[in-house]
């Protein structure tokens, strides 16, 4: 039974990625991206790893669409015919997508209970966990308590991506740097265009 | 707009399950699946649905853009402060244990903030950036 689920998913992520590839239409690339995430928010639960299925499917099918949105109502829905049939980046995916292959042949084998990951620190938390942290879930122990510094890092990294994007896309009035008379000078500050939203009383 | 009353009605009811959820998600963290970071991006999305029916401008009345930002540091701030707390009770960074003279409970306490501080950055990480996208206008290059 769960080797029909799995069998099923994988298809189906197969045909999303496939068509996603094929679409011209980039708001129908979109909505299937977000069903790409779901199905692998599907894929992680039957792998057992609820957390990280969770993760996939509020981020994955659900911000990250209405952000892809956002940019389409900028960027327009329709995708350009490419001018010259991409035969050279063709080329390096495929030969960057086999070697990644190829190194997989080294790694151990899927869920092998011999492998390394399952005999370093994993034993530790699965059997002091419930004395030394007293909290139920283990990912909870791991991510908050073992790994504190991890998350952290975590943390900051998201702080970091906000920081980025602010400065990138953040529309504070901007200095216009124009020559005159043979010199850079800075002329004026462009003003901000006037909000055309549609909040009728704010 | 004004005709969507489906998706107006719609949203306004299901807009505080989906705040109540993301708190339970937050605090049921230590049984079940999720945490801060789960809770974050769900207690987002909530704003993100309501920036998407009744538009940006009403969202950012209701949540400036400044308390944004300020979440979005302070939650760090919360996180890196659990670690100089326990410096200076004495632990380790990070070592919860010196947090309650019961090492168990003060594991408890320590995961409890920390994952307030993930909360609290990630939502206001999420809605940062999607306030930077949906700000953006069209502009003819």
């Not at chain 2, 989906?18 to 999305?45: E, M, N, S």
Request: net charge negative.
């Amino acid at each position: 039974m769960i080797e029909f689920v799995d069998v099923t998913l994988l298809v189906l992520l197969g045909v999303t990625s496939l068509v996603i590839i094929r679409e011209q239409n980039l708001f129908a690339a979109v909505m299937l991206a977000g069903i790409y995430s779901l199905l692998s928010a599907g894929l992680f639960v039957v792998m057992d790893a609820v957390d990280v299925a969770f993760t996939e499917a509020a981020v994955g099918a659900g911000i990250s669409t209405v952000l892809m949105l956002g940019t389409l109502a900028l960027v327009g829905h329709q995708e350009h015919k490419p001018k010259r049939r991409p035969i050279l980046p063709l080329f390096v995916v495929a030969v960057t997508g086999g070697v990644l292959v190829y190194g997989t042949l080294d790694m151990p084998s899927f869920g092998d209970p011999a492998n390394p990951i399952h005999h370093h620190v994993a034993p530790h938390y699965l059997e002091e966990s419930p004395h030394e942290i007293g909290v139920p879930n283990v990912v909870t122990s791991v991510l908050a308590s073992y790994r504190g510094y991890d998350t952290m890092g975590e943390t900051t990294v998201i702080f970091a991506a906000v920081v980025g994007v602010l400065l990138l896309l953040s529309r504070g009035p901007r200095p216009r740097r124009t020559v005159v008379n043979g010199t850079w000078r800075t002329v004026a500050y462009e003003e901000d265009p006037p909000e055309v939203e549609e909040d009728r009383d704010g | 707009m004004d005709d969507r009353v489906i998706l107006r009605v719609g949203a306004k009811i299901l807009i505080p399950f989906i705040l109540l959820f993301a708190l339970y998600v937050q605090f049921h963290g230590d049984y079940g699946p999720g945490g801060g970071f789960q809770a974050g991006v769900i207690f987002a999305a909530a704003f993100v649905l309501y920036a998407l029916v009744y538009g940006l401008g009403n969202v950012k009345r209701a949540l400036p853009p400044q308390a944004v930002y300020v979440c979005a540091a302070l939650g760090v701030l919360i996180y890196a402060g659990v670690g100089f707390v326990t410096l200076a009770l004495g632990g380790d960074f990070l070592a919860y244990n010196v947090l309650n003279h019961n090492p168990e409970h003060g594991q408890e306490y320590g995961i409890l903030f920390v994952e307030l501080g993930v909360l609290v950055t990630v939502f206001g990480s999420m809605v940062a950036i999607f306030y930077a996208f949906a700000g953006r206008r069209k502009v003819d290059v």
